[in-house]
Nanobody
Framework: VQLQASGGGLVQAGGSLRVSCIAS????????MGWFRQAPGKEREFVAA????????YYADSVKGRFTISRDNAKNTVYLQMNSLKPEDTAVYYC???????????????WGQGTLVTVSS
């Protein structure tokens, strides 16, 4: 499975942005997906995860209520809708996929290349 993230950019604090991750292959619907982020000088951190059929989602406390993870298996795509963005949300956002739904766990088998989200104050 190859993953390609896109949709990052510059947004003002309080604004919204949606990043996407498209996967290659025909088995996307069998993979749980996650979003992680890494800010400059910091470790990569878990943001959100979604089960293979989209029935279960998990969020980091720092984004709960502001971010929404979703997926469209017909389009092989997972999304992260980010609202009420804060400067501390600035990071490179990575999508990841695995057969197992992993929460706050880096052990995903497949990773995208990342897309930069910058939130200005």
């Amino acid at each position: 499975v190859q993953l390609q993230a896109s949709g990052g950019g510059l947004v003002q604090a309080g604004g919204s942005l949606r990043v996407s991750c498209i996967a290659s292959g025909r088995t996307f619907s069998t993979y749980a997906m996650g979003w992680f982020r890494q800010a400059p000088g910091k470790e990569r951190e878990f943001v959100a995860a979604i089960s293979s059929l989209g029935r279960t989602t998990y969020y980091a406390d720092s984004v709960k209520g502001r971010f929404t993870i979703s997926r469209d298996n017909a389009k092989n795509t997972v999304y992260l809708q980010m609202n009420s963005l804060k400067p501390e949300d600035t990071a490179v956002y990575y999508c990841a996929g695995d057969r197992i739904l992993r929460v706050n766990n880096y052990a995903y088998d497949y990773w995208g290349q990342g897309t930069l989200v910058t939130v200005s104050s």
